[in-house]
């Protein structure tokens, strides 16, 4: 049994971008679900996920600088679906996607907001409270044995 071939024309219009960023996908229940975008373009992107959505179906996805944008879902892919704007994105939307993700990326330690504790000023020498801790307790005993050596005691 032999199944016919079938070619689908590639309907993206705008280049795609490869793009490594969470989201949050609203289906028409108006449910909130965690989706990675892993691709954007003008005119739509690919979003991963393992969720089960009809194809057709017009979502949300509340992506990071840009906000809400609705989208339909077009295609399904081995671990998600490729989905296209009802609104494409212009270029100064696209480009706050992207520069954002560029920024995320970059790992970098800011040690600017780092104070180091202040050093505390010892009142006392060091080992100084021992001492004088030890030294009454001495006393303390000097000055019993004192008093019962004159009591005639010992």
């Given amino acids: 049994m032999s199944l016919p ?25 108006r449910s909130p679900h965690d989706v ?9 992107c690919h979003i991963a996920t393992l969720l089960d959505i009809s194809i ?16 339909r ?9 490729g989905c296209a704007f ?13 520069a954002a993700q ?7 330690a800011d040690f600017g907001a780092y104070q180091p504790a ?9 080992g100084f409270i021992g001492a004088t801790i030890v030294g009454s307790i001495l006393l303390s005993w ?3 044995a004192l008093i019962l050596y004159l009591a005639d005691v010992f």
């Fill in 5 to 29: 071939a079938t070619l689908s024309q590639d309907q993206r219009t705008g280049e795609r971008r490869v793009l490594d960023t969470d989201a949050t996908l609203r289906d028409v229940d």
């Fill in 86 to 98: 009802t609104r494409p994105l212009n270029q100064a939307e696209l480009a706050k996607v992207i």
């Fill in 118 to 126: 202040p050093s505390e000023q010892r009142l006392t020498p060091k």
């Fill in 102 to 108: 560029a920024s995320d990326r970059i790992a970098y």
């Fill in 73 to 81: 879902l077009i295609r399904e892919t081995a671990g998600g679906y």
């Fill in 56 to 71: 057709d179906t017009v979502v949300t996805l509340g992506i990071p600088e840009i906000g809400i944008r609705e989208a």
């Fill in 36 to 44: 990675r975008i892993d691709e954007i373009s003008s005119s739509g």
């Fill in 142 to 144: 000097g000055a019993v």
